[in-house]
């Protein structure tokens, strides 16, 4: 079992950049593929993206794509989500998930552990 603590919500202007980050518990870390998703109020929690074990391999959604980077420092236990260019549309609050496996997945089901969440507010 994981759990998940995220960090490094705030408010930042359109066009500006913002990194959260997501520190796990426990000594298997590095063998979860972690995901971040999102969710405002009265929509469905949204994939965003996430990264395999290694680092290596990563996916996005077609709104991140370009602007958002996932990257992992498995000594440290922890995934960052590099935001950029961030849009007012971006606004929501941010949950880190874990799921065991090496296997990429979009789909909130596939994640059996999650974060509290982290509020990021986009002024226009």
């Known amino acids: 079992q994981v759990q998940l603590v995220e960090s490094g919500g705030g408010v930042v202007q359109a066009g500006g950049s913002l990194r959260l980050s997501c520190s796990a518990s426990?000594?298997?870390?590095?063998?979860?593929?972690m995901g971040w998703f999102r969710q405002t109020p009265g929509k469905e929690r949204e994939f965003v993206g996430s990264i395999r074990p290694g680092g290596t391999t990563t996916a996005y959604a077609d709104s991140a794509k370009g602007r958002f980077t996932i990257s992992r420092d498995n000594a440290k236990n922890t995934v960052y989500l590099q935001m950029n260019s961030l849009k007012p549309e971006d606004t929501a609050v941010y949950y880190c998930?874990?799921?065991?496996?090496?296997?990429?997945?979009?789909?909130?089901?596939?994640?059996?552990?999650w974060g509290q969440g982290t509020q990021v507010t986009v002024s226009s």
């Open positions: 426990g000594r298997t870390f590095s063998s979860y593929v």
């Open positions: 998930a874990a799921r065991d496996g090496t296997l990429l997945a979009t789909t909130t089901r596939s994640y059996a552990y």
